[in-house]
């Protein structure tokens, strides 16, 4: 009985955080518009919606209203190697209108993919030509700047360390005083001891997972924290960016490899309790294993994340696609509950992340007594 | 372009298959055993995410 009124407390108290995202949503993507649009157009418009809200940008958007022209939001550094190093704000930009002039260079915004060309000082996208020397065709290149700006992502995912950075050092020094814990470690106590009770001792072991939990907590709170922010309708879309969840992936392969103990390279090269021909051929097996683990790592996040968005996206854009009020009711309900899932998919993937991580480090650090 | 449409759809029918099996013997298996729940359940949810991410690796790959 206490559960179930718990059960109910707690989501009566998220629902007006969820349906309020749920409607700012709805209103960051468009003010009714009045005249009437062909199904491509309609079409058109909820895919560049859906673009806008996962795409990384140069700019910290808000709200913006393209029939006006009117942007809310923030512009963030730019900065840009070509040759020489060019630093200038996206405000400069003026949302692609404009060609930004940098030290005799000239660079333009292109809205549509996001992207920052080399252009002349009228606006046209520089290009090179290139003769492939086998086939004899021709391509042409737009050139583009090497970019190294701090973009919404890059700003989120500073914004999000410098975030975990105070909060679990919080923690961390509530523990000074006393064993019972204060504040913020109440809700985060039972959290980290669920990564080191059931994620970390279960697949590593009692004895080496204490060198691994820095790495799984930091990975867990990091995941899930950047799931939660892009649940927000500042169109985050953090982890549903495939070089963020490379680069997460790269680290668990490379923490893997380098802590691999005699035990988990013998297993790759030269598989124990097998006949002599079989050895040989899984090898090869074991070595295909070794890249396609953290592939599938950083395909997963990144897939789960991105479809999360999309989907939801695509509900909201139906609200607006369906003149009936019954249809538009319907779709906004369905747009809540989706928004509930994504909440729990944000921890299920954060958890998942984490609990493969350690099943590789577990591979890695496991020493067996026993001969097979 | 038509070809790989067939070809996700393929993928989508076989994650499905698998997920859904996997489910279902969860839940099987936890009603035998409601005592070992959360062990069951943490073996689904590997199984599963496995299953995902192969399921989304070919996806990509059509």
Redesign the interface.
């Known amino acids: 009985m206490y559960r179930l009124l718990r059960f109910i407390l707690v989501v009566a108290l998220l629902s007006p955080v969820v349906t309020s995202s749920v409607f700012a949503n709805a209103e960051a993507h468009h003010g009714a518009p009045d005249k009437e649009l062909t199904p491509e157009e309609l079409r058109d418009e909820n895919n560049a919606f859906v673009k806008h809200h996962t795409n990384d940008s140069h700019d910290f958007g808000i709200v913006s209203n393209e029939e006006t022209g009117t942007h809310v939001g923030f512009p963030l550094p730019v900065i840009l190697w070509d040759g020489s190093l060019h630093v200038f704000m996206s405000s400069a930009f003026e949302h692609g209108e404009k060609v930004v002039e940098s030290k005799g260079n000239y660079y333009k915004l292109d809205t549509h993919d996001g992207k920052i060309y080399k252009t002349d000082e009228h606006g046209v996208v520089m290009t090179e030509t290139t003769i492939d020397k086998k086939t004899k065709e021709e391509t042409v290149h737009q050139l583009k700047p090497l970019d190294f700006s701090i973009t919404k992502n890059v700003f989120v995912t500073i914004f999000m360390c410098i975030l975990m950075f105070f909060l679990f050092k919080g923690i961390a020094k509530s523990y000074k005083t006393g064993l019972a814990p204060t504040g913020a470690a109440k809700f985060f106590e039972p959290i980290i001891l669920f990564i080191r009770d ?1 994620i970390a001792i279960p697949n590593i072991g009692e004895k080496a997972h204490k060198k691994y939990m820095v790495y799984l907590l930091t990975v867990f709170f990091f995941i899930w924290f950047l799931n939660l922010i892009g649940m927000t309708p500042l169109g985050i879309n953090v982890t549903g960016n495939i070089a963020v969840t490379f680069v997460l992936a790269i680290f668990t392969f490379l923490i893997t490899q380098f802590t691999g103990k005699k035990d988990y390279w013998m297993h790759i090269f030269w598989m124990p309790g097998v006949p002599v021909p079989m050895k040989i051929i899984l090898i090869p097996i074991e070595l295909i294993g070794l890249v396609v683990k953290p ?3 950083m ?2 996040l990144y ?2 994340m991105l479809a999360g968005h999309i989907v939801l996206g695509a509900l909201i854009a139906a609200v607006y696609f369906f003149d009936a009020y019954l249809a538009k009711t319907a779709f906004l309900g369905l747009t809540f509950f989706m928004n509930i899932i994504e909440l729990l998919v944000a921890a ?1 993937q954060a ?2 992340f984490t ?2 991580t350690a ?1 590789y480090f577990g591979s890695a650090a496991a020493v067996h007594e026993e001969a097979h | 372009m038509d070809v790989q449409m067939i070809g996700a759809g393929l993928i989508v029918i076989g994650v499905g298959i698998g997920i859904g099996r996997i489910g279902g013997s969860a839940m099987e298996a936890i009603a035998r055993q409601p005592e070992a729940t ?1 062990k069951i359940q ?1 073996a689904m ?2 199984a599963a ?2 299953i ?3 399921g ?2 070919a ?2 790959a059509a």
Do not use: S
């Open positions: 059931e592939f599938a790592l395909i997963r897939a789960n299920l958890y998942i609990m493969l099943l | 959360n943490t949810l590997i995410a496995l995902e991410g192969i989304f690796a996806l990509f």
